[in-house]
């Protein structure tokens, strides 16, 4: 789908024509007389093709680079062709394990990146309403001595880190040991607004957040469903792995409020209203437990608390599911019988269904779902939790995150002592470094911080309802913008109120020009991931050595070289970098691995040496596109990427674990069970498994986790050296720096994190299990009032507000004055935020316009046609004046709004903000200015899949 016709703005009713963008235009605008944008500005470069690049650049060798694409989690490889340190040339790697020569759109035009003219190129800041060269010190000088200046009035508190999951994972994990040296958990990353409800409901139903298979494993699945994943356009390649399947016979259902591009390719696609994925699952449920299709084997023996799901299953019969969701009983009876009669099946979930003031109980509601069937643990079957960036995943797992440290350690007293340990620094130095106060009965340092998803907020919000000393007055948005954030309107106001805002990224971004303040904002050029080097983590755990293509272009410095600048002004590089070494003022990545391979236990990070997985990067031609193992070569008997969790020391050469939880192979080969996280007993029943639990398991039975003193009770203790005895007394599996428990209890064939049942009840968080609660913003008041949010509170360090929103709702009349339930989701052309795909001349090239899709019947209703200019009106104020695209894929009374677009913020062109030549190929309206408010109750993922709206003609 492609839309060509202007994009409409307030300035202009009458002259949309001069005022707007059509293709014409928009080739005219760019200097393009013949040949599209691509053309105009690689030829600029003498790039169009390869004699032409070698002209230019003088000849010389071409040496080719193997590296990994930088946009969605499947983690493509390519190679990247390079003459006189320009990259000329890229192809897709035909003989990597997961993308085998596929490419996406977005994936095919990364050679761009690297020379884009769009690019911030030399440290900037705005002062008087004008942008002024810097020189890196004078940036770095002038930054650091606001912070420092902030620091003594306010507290370290007061400056906000946003975190990138673009960031590899040396820098993902630098970044937050920069936020703990700050002394600050104010730090998080785009994690939080799209998958942290799966990590919370996941990790605490069998122990680990992550997805439990592979892209690759789903060529063994007899069936997959897909709820609120948009496979063929989120993650285009990963289609190749789930089309291989279905050609094998594997049914494939899709559960959707929108009849996306994968629901084409569906044997059955199921509309449910948006917001009532928990009456859906449930009424999967009340079809198999009613026929007798659970596994009942597996559940007596691995599954705990699923009689109290039973239960609640009643009050959700197929007329109540029909009532609430829209999806009638033969329908649900037949895909409930279809994922029956083939097993092993497997669940994909994204943002659908995680992007809401439920996420983490719809995310639990897909677990249980999988439990019921016993589809875990098993080839073909498991979660297949698609994540988006390309390294989100590791982003999370090495703590970019406002209420974890690296591995997911917390923010107890012994977390801190733990990575204390690992950075061999003194404890008491690095809790000095934090606020000694306590706000709202809670102290910094052992409390989470603000979430990104709301640290305009902390902003705004009043200090006395802050669980801090002092408002936010200055943000760090290091690789991630702020048009991805709901109530923009809010977003502005805060960049306007801080005392500066500092951008760290290749591009301006909307962070950088969203405001109007005319001082006080920085843009800092960081280089791109393919102008530097290390791990990242792709969506199933597998990680990969991205190699450096070519140098840093312009003026810009890797993020890491970024971070050591800072450190060095601030205080404490000589702390921060103890045990890296730095070379000049860059800290070597390789060190970077080897401090968290010390330290990240509880995930097992500690096995995928720089040496392991360059090895692997080297031969990534050996491993299997069936099971992602290597059959033969050096890297024999290994899984591609290593995949967490990989055991032990790097010596002790854990092949890497292909699917969690598989009980049929041994914990040396790969093997697993449900991890003992949450005790042994509850209210006097057991939570250890009734099983054996992985292959060779010399205990026999379900078993805690394992400890100093388990290994001393087992008599196995004299099976440490001496060195280990030292090292591990007093510990368990997560805090032994030698690794030697871990080693001992896998030597006897042991998962070091024990051997319980999967919990279907999860007592510390509000709803104990799965119920649904209408969305904040429901046309259905009647479902309001039968199935309410919460009452509002006090959620991390701000105040939380559920209920109240729902009865404003209803005695204003908003669900009558805004009668269209709108979503939004993603275009296979551009990703996140947008400020790096719209800026790509070969991809503004395919999509131009920002627009809604609305049905036939709404449109006529309105008097709108196909491609009319039209104004989206917010329930909280917003207007978006954007295109219409009339479509059958949304039902009368729902609409869908993509959401990279930025550039225009009601109706205001925001080009003259940007610096010269920085303005992204295409603008317009952002579907988060719109977005209302809502936000998960444990993790305060904010609500995207869910609002209320009106369309008008422009």
């Known amino acids: 789908m492609k839309l060509t016709r202007t994009v409409p703005t307030k300035a202009s009713t009458s002259d949309k024509e001069s005022l707007g963008l059509n293709r014409r235009q928009f080739l005219k605008n760019a200097g393009v007389t013949a040949g599209g944008i691509a053309a105009a500005s690689m030829l600029g470069s003498g790039m169009v093709r390869k004699a032409e690049a070698a002209e230019s650049v003088g000849g010389g060798d071409v040496k080719t680079v193997k590296t990994i694409c930088s946009h969605c989690s499947v983690g493509c490889g390519l190679y990247a062709k390079v003459q006189n340190g320009i990259w000329v040339d890229q192809e897709p790697a035909f003989d990597h394990p997961i993308n085998r020569g596929g490419h996406c759109a977005k994936g095919a035009s990364v050679i761009h990146h690297t020379h884009s003219e769009k690019r911030v190129k030399y440290p900037m800041k705005l002062s008087g309403g004008k942008w002024t060269k810097l020189s890196w010190d004078q940036a770095v000088n002038e930054i650091g001595d606001l912070m420092l200046k902030i620091r003594e009035e306010s507290g370290p508190d007061s400056i906000y880190f946003m975190g990138s999951a673009k960031t590899n994972n040396e820098q993902s994990y630098l970044y937050r040991k920069f936020a703990a040296m700050w002394g600050t958990n104010n730090v998080d990353h785009s994690a939080r607004i799209c998958h942290s409800t799966t990590v919370a409901g996941v990790a605490n139903t069998w122990g680990y957040g992550a997805m439990t298979n592979s892209y690759n494993d789903m060529h063994n699945s007899k069936s997959m469903i897909f709820i609120g994943s948009n496979a063929a356009e989120a993650h285009p390649v990963a289609m190749q792995h789930i089309l291989t399947a279905k050609e094998r016979g594997s049914k494939m259902i899709v559960v959707d409020p929108r009849f996306t591009r994968t629901a084409a390719h569906a044997d059955e696609y199921v509309h449910i209203r948006p917001g009532t994925d928990i009456p859906f699952v449930y009424g999967l449920l009340w079809h198999i437990f009613e026929n007798g299709w659970e596994d009942k084997d597996f559940i007596s023996r691995r599954v705990w608390g699923l009689d109290a799901i039973r239960e609640e299953v009643k009050n959700y019969p197929p007329d109540e599911v029909e009532n609430i969701c829209s999806a009638g009983e033969k329908q649900v009876y037949r895909v409930a019988k279809m994922l029956a009669d083939n097993r092993p099946g497997t669940i994909v979930w994204c943002m659908g269904g995680t992007q809401h003031t439920i996420g983490n109980a719809n995310t639990r509601a897909y677990c249980i779902l999988q439990l019921a069937l016993g589809n875990m643990g098993v080839s073909g079957g498991g ?105 923009g309107r809010e977003v502005r106001e805060a960049l306007n109120k801080m005392d500066a805002v500092v951008v760290v990224d290749p591009y301006p971004t909307m962070a950088g020009v969203m405001s109007t303040r005319t001082d006080g904002v920085f843009l800092l050029p960081a280089a791109t991931q393919f102008e530097t080097y290390g791990s990242v983590s792709n969506s199933n755990r597998s990680l990969q050595w991205r190699s450096q293509v070519v140098e840093p272009m312009f003026e810009s410095k890797p993020d890491h070289e970024i971070m050591y600048l800072f450190a060095k002004k601030l205080g404490f590089a000589d702390q921060m970098f103890k045990n890296i070494e730095v070379q000049g003022s860059v800290p070597l990545i390789e060190d970077i691995t080897r401090e968290y391979n010390r330290g990240m236990w509880t995930v097992g990070y500690t096995g995928q040496s720089p040496e392991r997985l360059k090895q692997h990067q080297e031969n990534w031609g050996t491993f299997e596109w069936e099971d992602l193992q290597a059959k033969g070569g050096p890297c024999k008997g290994e899984t591609y990427g290593l995949p967490w969790p990989c055991w032990g020391t790097p010596e002790l050469k854990h092949p890497g674990t292909h699917i969690l939880y598989d009980t049929s192979k041994h914990v040396m080969e790969g093997g697993g069970n449900f991890r003992a996280r949450f005790g042994v007993e509850y209210e006097g029943e057991n939570l250890l498994a009734d099983d054996p639990g992985s292959a060779g398991n010399d205990i026999g039975e379900g078993f805690p986790e394992f400890t100093a003193e388990m290994l001393k009770q087992l008599g196995w203790w004299d099976e440490l050296t001496a060195e280990e005895k030292v090292a591990a007394e007093g510990r368990n599996w997560k805090t032994d720096l030698s690794g030697g428990i871990q080693r001992v209890a896998m030597k006897h064939g042991c998962i070091p994190y024990g051997n319980a049942r999967a919990r279907c009840r999860v007592w510390t968080f509000p709803d104990e299990v799965p119920i649904h609660r209408e969305p904040l913003y429901s046309p259905r008041r009647d479902l309001m009032v039968k199935y309410p949010s919460y009452e509002d509170r006090q959620v991390a360090r701000l105040p939380t507000l559920y209920r109240s929103i729902q009865e404003k709702v209803m005695a204003e009349d908003l669900d009558k004055k805004f009668p269209m339930v709108v979503t939004s989701g993603r275009l296979v052309e551009y990703e996140g935020g947008g400020e790096e795909t719209r800026s790509n001349p070969w991809l503004a090239e395919l999509q131009q316009t920002m627009f809604v899709e609305i049905n036939p019947a709404d449109a006529a209703d309105r008097g709108i046609q196909d491609g009319d200019a039209v104004v989206l009106h917010s329930p909280e104020g917003p207007k978006l004046y954007i295109h219409a695209l009339v479509t059958q894929r949304v039902i009368p009374g729902e609409c869908f709004m993509p959401y990279h677009f930025a550039g225009i913020f009601e109706g205001e062109s925001l080009v003259p903000q940007y610096p010269d030549g920085t303005v992204p190929y295409v603008q317009g309206e952002s579907a988060n200015t719109a977005l209302t408010y809502g936000y998960d109750i444990v993790t305060q993922m904010q609500e995207t899949k869910v609002s209320l709206c009106q369309i008008t003609k422009a």
């Open 383 to 487: 979660a297949n939790i698609f994540r988006g960036h390309d390294n989100v995943q590791g982003a999370t797992d090495f703590g970019l995150l406002f209420d974890n440290l690296p591995g997911y350690y917390g923010l107890s007293e012994g977390a801190w002592q733990h990575w204390s340990r690992v950075w061999e620094l003194d404890y008491e130095w690095v809790k000095a470094r934090f606020d000694q106060g306590t706000y709202l009965g809670k102290q910094p340092m052992t409390s989470a911080g603000i979430p990104c998803s709301r640290w305009h907020d902390g902003v705004m919000e009043d200090t006395a309802k802050l669980g801090q000393k002092d408002n936010v007055r200055l943000a760090f948005f290091l690789g991630q913008s702020v048009n991805t954030e709901t109530r």
